[in-house]
């Protein structure tokens, strides 16, 4: 059996970050499908994915939505575009999950608190043990250690940034990559 199969009726997952790890990152947050510009080799990378067994879900912090600068109806429609760009590439996302919150609102969906995971996973049926998560922040790899997710930081979006921040237990335990392609690559590499 590898590891992308079923166990007890629970398939593994691969969560992907959103900004910075499929589409360009914001500082100024993405507003409007004319703002998404996905990165080089991201569709491709799903494109792969999608001949595997794991599940492939987004779960993406979108405080822009609470701080009143993103319509939920416009989230809605940058993710359904983009779902539907992926698809026509051949690739797929199982689910988007969304934290609209504002750091300071005290949720437990905001990343690096793993309450996304954790609803994918019961919604889902995942096993959150033999799943990845791929992201550009701190944040993402401290969700998926909350999770009990093996973590992968790329170096597009805020990455490059962020791996001189990571002490030397977290870099030792967190695989860190040039982008999407070559996380995709290391999952599938450990899964065979």
């Known amino acids: 059996m590898t590891a992308g199969q079923p166990v007890n009726g629970r398939r593994p997952a691969v969560f992907l970050d959103r900004d910075g790890v499929i589409v360009q990152n914001r500082h100024d947050y993405v507003k409007s499908w004319a703002e998404v510009e996905l990165l080089p080799g991201a569709l491709t ?47 797929r996302l199982d689910a988007i999950y969304v934290c609209p919150h504002r750091p300071n609102e005290g949720c437990d969906c905001r990343k690096p608190l793993p309450g996304m995971l954790l609803q994918a996973a019961a919604a889902l049926e995942l096993d959150l043990g033999r799943s990845f998560l791929v992201g550009d922040a701190i944040t993402d790899l401290e969700a998926a250690l909350a999770a009990g997710v093996q973590p992968l930081l790329v ?34 590499a450990r899964a065979a």
């Open 45 to 91: 990378a799903l494109q792969t994915l999608r001949a595997t067994p794991f599940a492939v879900v987004v779960v993406t912090n979108q405080s822009a939505v609470n701080r009143g600068l993103l319509p939920p109806a416009t989230l809605d429609d940058i993710h359904q575009r983009l779902q539907a760009i992926i698809e026509k590439a051949g690739g």
């Open 155 to 188: 170096r597009t979006g805020r990455g490059r940034g962020h791996e001189a921040l990571l002490d030397t237990q977290t870099h030792a335990i967190c695989p860190v990559v040039d982008d999407l392609s070559a996380a995709v690559s290391w999952i599938l």
